[in-house]
């Protein structure tokens, strides 16, 4: 079975009663080659034991070229419709076990240790667009033992997590993304790539997970805090931005956190790096604690 070709999905379809859903934003890849470059990108070099979660295989195009590679495979799956077509298409791949659960449900640290313990894991997955951002951030925050993770997203989105400070594209996400992992766009996918096709090209994109945070904030919450207000209001200096996250600090209060962190209060939040944001949310904290 060519699970990329579209005459074959589509009879593959009809005869499960199958029908793409908007909600899950699905579109299933129809070149051979795209699933085999994200399969291998996903993999650690020189990993002896190794694991794959994936996040929406669709029909399992993916998943199949996953299970050629890795050890175990585990496919969450939140569309139910797609399980007997999966039971179908995956019938030869042994190490595939396939969850119909939606990832954002999953409690993905004890997942790993009750399920994975002792592999490298990877996690692959062709996000829908509209969810993006909440299912990348809930896999950096589960501090599950994550290695590296690979997705495809929409091509915009890849392009602010892989901004420079001071760049337009540059927004709250990017340092926040920074911290938690070394971040790679690998190539992009344009629209023919997909059956139905979408509005926009795609991107692939990964993200080696970082052991140790790039920076040590006296508090991480803080420096969410401040990366959160430093970008409230892009048209605004920091002063007035930073106002809508901390509202108990006037502005001579701020203006003398900034100053103790060494940024002018003139400036905006898109021009200050990681670093620069951590070092001002010590600031911020040491004045508050």
């Not at 699970?3 to 129809?30: D, H, R, V, W, Y």
């Not at 080659?33 to 070099?45: Q, W, Y």
């Not at 605004?236 to 809508?244: H, Y």
């Not at 021009?271 to 600031?283: A, M, N």
């Amino acid at each position: 079975m060519n699970l990329t070709n579209p005459s074959e999905i589509k009879n593959l379809m009809a005869e499960s009663g199958f029908s793409f859903k908007k909600k899950f934003g699905q579109n299933f890849l129809i070149n051979p080659e795209i699933p085999k470059r994200i399969a291998t990108s996903s993999v650690i070099p020189g990993a002896t034991k190794t694991a794959c979660i994936e996040i929406g295989p669709g029909i399992g195009v993916m998943t199949a070229e996953l299970s050629k590679l890795y050890d175990k495979v585990y496919s969450f799956e939140i569309d139910s419709e797609l399980i007997p077509i999966l039971d179908k298409t995956l019938l030869e791949c042994e190490n595939v076990t396939v969850i119909n659960k939606d990832i954002l449900d999953v409690n993905l640290k004890e997942f790993i240790e009750d399920n994975l313990s002792g592999y490298t894991v990877s996690v692959c997955a062709n996000l829908p667009y509209y969810i993006t951002t909440p299912i990348i951030m809930s896999l950096f925050e589960s501090r599950a033992d994550i290695h590296r993770i690979v997705v495809m997203i929409q091509k915009e989105v890849a392009t602010r997590l892989t901004a420079r400070a001071g760049s337009e594209e540059y927004g709250s996400i990017t340092p926040t993304v920074e911290y938690y992992s070394e971040v790679k766009k690998l190539f992009e996918v344009a629209p023919g790539n997909f059956m139905p096709r979408p509005d926009v090209t795609s991107a692939v994109v990964s993200f080696d997970v970082r052991k140790t945070p790039v920076v040590t904030p006296l508090s991480e919450e803080y420096l969410f805090r401040t990366i959160r207000g430093a970008f409230a209001l892009r048209r605004k200096t920091l002063i007035n931005s930073l106002k809508t996250e901390f509202s108990s600090l006037s502005k001579e209060e701020l203006t003398s956190c900034l100053e103790s962190a060494g940024v002018s209060p003139s400036l905006r939040g898109e021009t200050l790096s990681l670093k620069e944001l951590s070092v001002l949310s010590d600031e911020i904290f040491k004045y508050l604690n």
